[in-house]
Structure formats: structure tokens, C-alpha cells
């Protein structure tokens, strides 16, 4: 390949050394790994990480495109040890691809070169767990579509967390962060029963939304009901849904689910929302499930958190998903014996 790893992608800019040569119990940073110019050898990697910087698509003002970076400099205060499950990360080999390029103004530009990036890494290494950084909500959209791209053939079902339904009208808002859902549903992309919804609460989605999910057959369920019967319960029986339907499952986190005193890192911060605690154990979940093959954090404006609460409660979430995904079982050696 004459361009890096492949033509709309460009390598980190922030690129942590490795200062130790231990292969278990490492810092975050020191674990994933980065590539040069190089032909790549994909075969070693079980998981690709991927960063969009984009938000000029946000209905609201955001410095989501910084979320990447921001991220990406919060590594240096996570382990790959997981205390709460016994489980060192470092058994997986995680590598950062670095970021899709994104034009300086024309987001129709941007969102091709994010669906030709989904698209590719299907194409270069399609054994890996994609997870990609945002960005706003815009970019789920054209990685759902690269992803039909690349399998045309699979059904794929949407595993939403989110305090918003994300289904306004295209016609008024298009490709925004407001719209991703409606964007898959009236691109034949997913079909609407094959959609999950939880965390929404609050007065924060108009009532006409609900009347679009209906109509849809989106499930959908609110923050509130989903505590009185349990996160983990709910989010069990929407895979176990899923897992009936579809050949996919693509988990898009949005972290304006969380309440704001846990995430007010967030264009759309507010009260009542989802706990911390509730959202590792989600996220965990799911990445458990064999079917839940691609996952994005979407949402998370460095710029408006306090004391990375926001960044460090993105950065856990991806370490839990993860965590899960160790525990599906594919990687042996997991346990820090």
C-alpha cells in the first residue's frame, strides 16, 4: 500500500513510547500500539482502533473532533489490569490507526472518507474489532455504511445507549449528529426492528421522535425504566433479540446517556441521565456478545469537561467493552495468575 495504512487514514499525532519490556500489566498507553510506513502485517491484531475527528456535523456547538486526542492522552492513566474481573488486557494486541482525514469544510467530503474507512478495514484485516473515537453522531452512520459496504450480504442490528433517538427529520437537519438513526433506516441500511434504543429520559426528545420510532418498530426503552428492571438485564435482552435477527451487532455509545455529573464533557449534558457504573457493566455486556462485532464513543467535547471526568469515563467504557470482549474467550490467556 502506497499510502498510510491506506489512503483516507493518517497516523496519530499523538504516538506514545513504549518504555518497558513487560508484556502483562502495562499502562494503556504503553500497550496499543501504533504502525509505520511499512507493509503491515494485520494477522497479530485482534483489535483496531480508529479516530474522527469531526464535528462541524454537530446541531450544537462541539469540540468532539479534539475527543481523539483527548482520549488518546488519557490512556497514560488506565492500566491494562482489570481488578473487578481479574483480567489483564494485554493478552489482546490492540493497534491505533490513527485518524480518518477529515476536509476542513466539507463534511459531504469527511463523512465519504469515514465510509471508505470503515469499508477498508474490512477489506485489510476483517478479524479485527473495529472501535472507533469520535466525533459527534453523525459519523455512526457512514461507519453502519462502510460496514454494509464491505458485507452487503449481513443483516446488521444497532445496539443504541443514548439519551436522544437521534431520528430528526433529514430533510431539515441532514447528516448531523441529530439524524444517524433515520440516516440507516431511510438508506435501507438497518431496518427499524432491528434497532435498540436505551437511555432515553428526560426532556430532551420531542414527542414527534417517539411517533418516528413507532412507526419505525425501533425498541426503545427510558433511563428510567431501564434502572427499575436493570441495566444489565435490559441490555441482555436486547442482544438476545439481536442475536435472533441479525448477522451483526454495531454498539454505538453516545456520552450524553450519562447523567451530567458524569459526563459533563458533552454537547448535550444533562440531569438524570445513566450512572458510570451502569454503562461499564452495559458496555462489558455487550462486548461479551459473539455478534458484537464494531463499536464507537461518540459525543465527548473535551472542551466543556471538568477534570476529564468525561474523557476518563470515555476511556473506561472502551477498557470495559474490551473487557468483555477478553471474556468471550478467544484470547486464552487473559487471567493475571
Known amino acids: 500500500m502506497s499510502h498510510y495504512p491506506y489512503p483516507m487514514l493518517q497516523r496519530p499525532s499523538m504516538i506514545w513510547t513504549k518504555e518497558t519490556d513487560k508484556t502483562r500489566d502495562l499502562k494503556v498507553h504503553e500497550w496499543i500500539e501504533t504502525i509505520g510506513d511499512t507493509e503491515v502485517d494485520w494477522s497479530p491484531y485482534d483489535v483496531t482502533i480508529l479516530g474522527v475527528p469531526l464535528s462541524k456535523s454537530s446541531i450544537s456547538t462541539s469540540a468532539a473532533s479534539e475527543n481523539p486526542d483527548a482520549m488518546r492522552q488519557a490512556w ?9 474481573e481479574d483480567i489483564d488486557l494485554a493478552a489482546l494486541k490492540v493497534v491505533d490507526l490513527g485518524d480518518v482525514k477529515q476536509h476542513v469544510t466539507a463534511i459531504a467530503s469527511s463523512h465519504r472518507n469515514i465510509e471508505e474507512a470503515m469499508a477498508a478495514i474490512r477489506s485489510h484485516h476483517p478479524h479485527t474489532l473495529p472501535i472507533t473515537m469520535g466525533g459527534d453522531h453523525s459519523i455512526t452512520a457512514r461507519l453502519v455504511k462502510g460496514w454494509k ?46 434497532i435498540h434504543t436505551i437511555g432515553l429520559h ?11 420510532a413507532n412507526r419505525n418498530g425501533i425498541r426503545y426503552m427510558t433511563m428510567k425504566q431501564a434502572r427499575k428492571e436493570g441495566v444489565e438485564r435490559v441490555i441482555a435482552y436486547a442482544l438476545e433479540q439481536l442475536n435472533q435477527q441479525v448477522d451483526t451487532i454495531y454498539l454505538t455509545v453516545d456520552m450524553d446517556v450519562l447523567d451530567i455529573v458524569h459526563g459533563p464533557g458533552t454537547p448535550a449534558a444533562a440531569p438524570g441521565g445513566m450512572y458510570t457504573e451502569e454503562l461499564f457493566d452495559a ?21 466543556k469537561d ?9 476511556v473506561h467504557t472502551m477498557l470495559s467493552f474490551l473487557t468483555g470482549y477478553c471474556k468471550r474467550g478467544e484470547k486464552g490467556d487473559y487471567r493475571n495468575n
Request: glycine share 8%.
Open 76 to 84: 497514560k492513566s488506565f492500566g491494562t489490569y482489570n481488578l473487578d
Open 149 to 194: 459496504e464491505a458485507h452487503p450480504k449481513e443483516t446488521i442490528g444497532i445496539l443504541q445507549i443514548d439519551s436522544h433517538f437521534d431520528l430528526r427529520d433529514l430533510k431539515i437537519f441532514g447528516p448531523a449528529n441529530g439524524t444517524p438513526i433515520r440516516n440507516i433506516i431511510e438508506s435501507g441500511t438497518v431496518k427499524g426492528e432491528h
Open 283 to 303: 458496555v462489558q455486556l455487550a462486548g461479551e456478545h459473539p455478534k458484537v462485532k464494531a463499536m464507537d464513543i461518540v459525543c465527548l467535547d473535551p472542551r
Open 202 to 212: 428526560g426532556f430532551f426528545n420531542a414527542k414527534e421522535l417517539k411517533y418516528v
Open 306 to 314: 471538568v477534570a476529564q471526568i468525561t474523557v476518563k469515563n470515555a
